[in-house]
């Protein structure tokens, strides 16, 4: 005769307590809403950028080096994809099909930061706080990108069609994808 395995009652709640507590856990520890992102910019152009989502903002907080001493426009493009010296990162963000502008801009891309200014060794501090830019959400930034370009943005203010697109801020120099930062 085969005997017969029979999980009790009292065990099935064992089971289901056990279940729901490892759950909890996992919640607990992996949070899923994002707090803080960072993106690496790696080659001649670096810089590490750290992304906190506040109440009403979001700061972006970092130094860039290896820059032309002036200003440099700096946006969030669409895509998550370094590939061909940046140009895989696509278009600016731009989910609610506005035209290009400066940050403070009723009428701006997303992605639309505005400028850099690198100083005479070529370094950028950063320190914005953008409050149309979300780290969770439809239009989160995390897996996009950050490119610095090699001229100034002209924050859509240049009189022609390419202004109202990317500033006219030309080549790509830096780009890094943005990801979730651990916490600490
Ligand atoms: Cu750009
Ligand atoms: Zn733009």
Redesign the pocket.
Known sequence: MVPKFKISSHMMLILFFTEIVTSRHIFKRQSLTNKRAVADIKGDVSGRLIMTEEPHQVTIEGEIRGLIPGYHGF?IHEFGDLSEDCQGAG??F?PLELP??GPTDTQ??N??LGNILANKNGEAKVNIKDSVIRLNGASSIIGRSFVVHQNEDDL?KGGNDESL???NAGPRVGCAVIGIAKLF
Request: glycine share 28%; proline share 0%.
């Open positions: 946006h278009s600016h731009n290009h502008g701006r891309h992605g639309d859509g697109k990317t500033g």
